[in-house]
């Protein structure tokens, strides 16, 4: 079937100056807002955010995990300045260790990532209280009102925020580029004015203030940009109320940002269909585009990589100009000195979520392990990174046919983001739960005001079962225009003094490459199907890999590299600035780009958890093979100035050159041992609900009870500290990990690996009293949603089990293995 879309004559241009958002004087970059898409040094500015929460994950690794971040395409890190981690108790507000905000701030802009506090007072977050100290609820006053007994320790937290940050902001050259004000609170615009005044005279400042936008918010006119979001699952609805439809039409290309079912437990929803906010005045800016999804006791989702990186491509055909993720990296509560810290039924929240961890499914998990969902946005974010300031101008236009409604599973999903001569194509094939179908014969005619139209590929293919992609229309490859290609952008690199534009193939597309004749000279490529069309080259044929390159002279005697990976190999790309020069990387492993180590030399670093020798290939490739000069997480290498025995050996890689990292050491998964203390014999624990008729999380007490299976666990000598994780596959209910009666790592039952950090663990009493694994059952009569997906997540195979016949989910630990992880550092040679 060929699709039909006309491009309308482009819009007048965006109105500047309305808002009330203006940079600092004299910043060599200001930051400003049109009605349709954010502007930096005068140029369209498409920024990626990522949540990541100081508070809980250690200080120590920050740094590190900062950089995974920035090398997985994000620009901006996004924070809750959570309440009651700083302020437990009344008057001792802490900014030490995981609570050191400013430090946290200031590494964000030592390696060039935007800051962006979200500064409450209440955050949600999932923490006790939405983040509001009991002290504070203890108090004769209305929280989030203007009610002055409210008010006043709100202004003391704001001076205590403003104070850390003090000197930080874009005036004296520091990374904050937006404070957020509250969260998710609809329906009194008038406080969140008054907390925006607040923030200010407490001296903090930002050239973009923002809030929430979902739930039809009322915000007061002009002072907030309101963000939306949209999630791929929930936790927080109703374990027997299917997927949401609010989640849903996410998978879908419409023009409506609200998300009615974020938040909807704490507040009134109704599903609508239209926009109640101003859509003419300001740009579509997301902050919480799922990148996982929490777990609570009654409802226990599961989430794919294929279902984050298709909702974060769709939204960008919808018309997004800010890709925020939340969470992009996972976490723990911290341990509370008074309390747990975590949402639950016991402080009237409606969901009971686990006392410790907060993973979330993240790109990045609890302990800062890759999921592949990484390398699905990282794709994208690398495509932002290059061609955003040219798609956050375009206006997403809609097909003529497309889905009737939410149900339509038939109809193709796809859309243009075009001005009047160019644009790109967004289709989306992928939806949980309820696949959809191939698409044969697809091929797809676009009319553009200013430059005729477009009708591509040659030959109409079949869209397959689960793609998600963009295509280039009329691209401008330094000076040659690529009309089409049926293969997704990725970034470029100047290799060999040419430009190499990197493409990824679609898995079951067969790429072609349509070159206006007019700009070019002459063209090579590695297939014979290179043939003259309408005014076009077009190049069929192609094998997709790193020897899939198209060489171009164009008519200015430029040169130009078209490169076309398969999608695999593509899922591997990073970019970065490594030894003096902004390079290719393809590394199945975790990489990361450090340009102040070194003595500011600049270093790569390998983050491995797979068998065998570390390798990764380059674009350009430096003079000499890279040295490396400090290995850690394995026997037999240290850090050092030269590691001994560690040698890097140089091959061809296709166009790239392939360094691998041969002697000191090896990956290991060590098969462990879970000894049965004591079997389950009792019963399992009797259903109780709380808030809202849900089910709630079993009692303490019954960890002590014979509902409990209790296993220990031994620790090997000689196993690296750092970098070690115990996987743990099991069955069963609700999970806790304690040394002595500390409990230092919990996981309700979802089909997923269990991860624990071997250097999480207090190591004196870990040697002392060593580790017992708690494992309940599950009650026949418990009213819980379990995924019924129980595949792999890329952390290890995982135990299938269901709880829908009436019998309860024993309580079993299947096996334990240590995975030990490896960093490799490496230098110019």
């Not at 902001?169 to 580029?177: E, L, N, S, W």
């Not at 039809?216 to 791929?232: A, C, F, I, R, S």
């Not at 005729?452 to 009329?474: D, I, K, M, N």
């Amino acid at each position: 079937m060929r699709h039909h879309l006309r491009v309308p004559a482009p819009a007048a241009p965006p109105l500047t100056g309305h808002l009330p958002f203006t940079d600092a004087p004299g910043v060599p970059d200001p930051i400003e807002v049109t009605s349709r898409y954010l502007t930096r040094g005068g140029r369209p500015w498409f920024p990626v955010s990522g949540e990541f929460h100081y508070t809980r994950y250690p200080a120590r690794d920050w740094e590190e995990e900062l950089l995974k971040m920035k090398a997985g395409g994000v620009t901006a890190v996004a924070s809750y300045v959570i309440w009651i981690h700083h302020e437990e108790t009344e008057g001792r507000i802490r900014f030490d260790g995981e609570r050191d905000l400013r430090r946290f701030a200031e590494l964000c802009g030592r390696h060039g990532l935007d800051f962006i506090p979200r500064i409450g007072p209440w955050s949600h977050a999932e923490v006790r209280n939405g983040g509001l100290p009991d002290w504070l609820l203890g108090r004769a006053c209305t929280p989030r009102t203007d009610d002055p007994a409210y008010l006043a320790p709100v202004r003391t937290w704001f001076e205590a925020i403003a104070g850390q940050l003090r000197g930080l902001d874009r005036a004296h050259g520091g990374p904050i580029v937006a404070i957020q004000i509250e969260n998710e609170l609809y329906d009194r615009p008038g406080h969140l004015l008054t907390l925006k005044r607040m923030a200010q005279d407490a001296g903090l400042s930002a050239p973009l203030w923002t809030a929430t936008a979902w739930g039809g918010v009322q915000l007061p006119p002009d002072e907030l940009l309101p963000l939306y979001g949209g999630y791929p699952e929930t936790f927080w609805t109703e374990a027997d109320g299917g997927w949401p439809d609010t989640c849903r039409k996410h998978f879908f290309f419409t023009h409506q940002r609200d998300d009615e079912g974020i938040g909807a437990d704490l507040r009134p929803t109704v599903v609508r269909g239209g926009d109640p906010a101003p859509t003419d005045r300001f740009p579509w800016a997301t902050c919480e585009l799922g990148g996982g999804m929490a777990v609570a006791y009654h409802r226990r989702p599961r989430v794919g990589a294929a279902d984050i990186g298709a909702l974060g491509l769709t939204k960008i055909g919808c018309g997004s100009v800010w890709q925020g993720y939340y969470m992009f990296h996972g976490g723990t509560n911290p341990p509370g000195e008074l309390t747990t810290l975590q949402e639950s039924h016991a402080t009237g929240y409606p969901n009971d979520l686990p006392v410790l961890t907060y993973d979330f499914q993240a790109p990045l998990g609890e302990y800062g392990q890759y999921r592949p969902t990484y390398d699905e946005l990282r794709l994208q974010h690398l495509m932002l990174a290059d061609f955003g300031q040219l798609i956050a101008p375009m206006e997403s236009v809609l097909p003529e046919r497309r889905p009737a409604g939410q149900y339509d599973r038939e109809t193709l999903r796809w859309t243009v983001r075009a001005d009047g001569r160019s644009g790109f194509l967004f289709v989306n094939n992928h939806q949980p739960h309820e696949p959809l179908p191939d698409h044969p014969d697809t091929s797809f005619t676009v009319e553009f005001p200013d430059a005729g139209e477009l009708t591509f590929p040659s030959t109409p293919v079949t869209v397959p079962q689960g793609a998600y992609f963009c295509w280039p229309l009329r691209l401008d490859v330094a000076g040659l225009r690529l009309d089409w290609a049926t293969a997704q952008p990725v970034c470029t690199v100047d290799a060999d003094g040419r430009t190499v534009l990197v493409l990824a193939a679609v898995d079951g597309i067969a790429p072609e490459l349509a070159l206006d004749s007019s700009t070019l000279r002459s063209v090579y490529a590695p297939t014979r199907q290179v043939s003259s069309v309408g005014g076009r080259v077009l190049i069929t044929g192609l094998r997709p890999g790193t020897d899939a390159l198209v060489e171009v002279v164009t008519t200015d005697g430029d040169q130009v590299g078209l490169l076309v990976l398969d999608a695999a190999t593509a899922r591997t790309a990073y970019r970065g600035v490594a030894w003096g020069a902004q390079r290719l990387v393809l590394c199945a492993d975790g990489v990361v780009f450090d340009e102040h180590a070194g003595d500011g030399r600049g270093e790569l670093r390998v983050h491995s958890r797979r068998a065998g020798e570390p390798s990764f290939a380059m674009l350009p490739a430096p003079e000499r093979a890279p040295v490396v000069t400090a290995a850690t997480g394995s026997s037999g290498v240290s850090p050092s100035t030269g590691v001994t025995g560690a040698v890097v050996r140089e091959s061809a890689d296709g166009l790239l050159t392939r360094y691998t990292v041969q002697g000191g050491g090896s990956h290991a998964v060590v098969d462990g041992t879970a000894t049965l203390v004591r079997a389950a014999t009792g019963p399992a624990p009797e259903p109780v609900t709380g808030v809202l008729g849900r089910a709630s999380a079993p009692a303490d007490k019954y960890f002590d009870t014979a509902a409990a299976a209790v296993y220990a666990v031994a620790v090997p000598d000689g196993l690296p500290v750092p970098g070690t994780l115990l996987r743990v596959h099991w069955t069963g209910d609700v999970a806790r990990a304690y040394v002595g009666d500390t409990l230092v790592a919990d996981q309700f039952a979802s089909g997923r690996v269990w991860d624990i950090a071997l250097d999480r663990l207090p190591a004196d009493a870990l040697r002392e009293e060593g580790l017992r694994l708690r494992v309940l059952p599950r009650h026949a009569d418990a009213r819980v949603y379990v995924a019924a997906e129980a595949g792999g997540d890329g952390e290890g195979a995982v135990e299938a089990w269901t709880n829908g016949d009436g019998g309860t989910a024993a309580a079993r630990i299947g096996r334990v293995e240590w995975v030990t992880g490896r960093t490799w550092a490496m230098r110019a040679g």
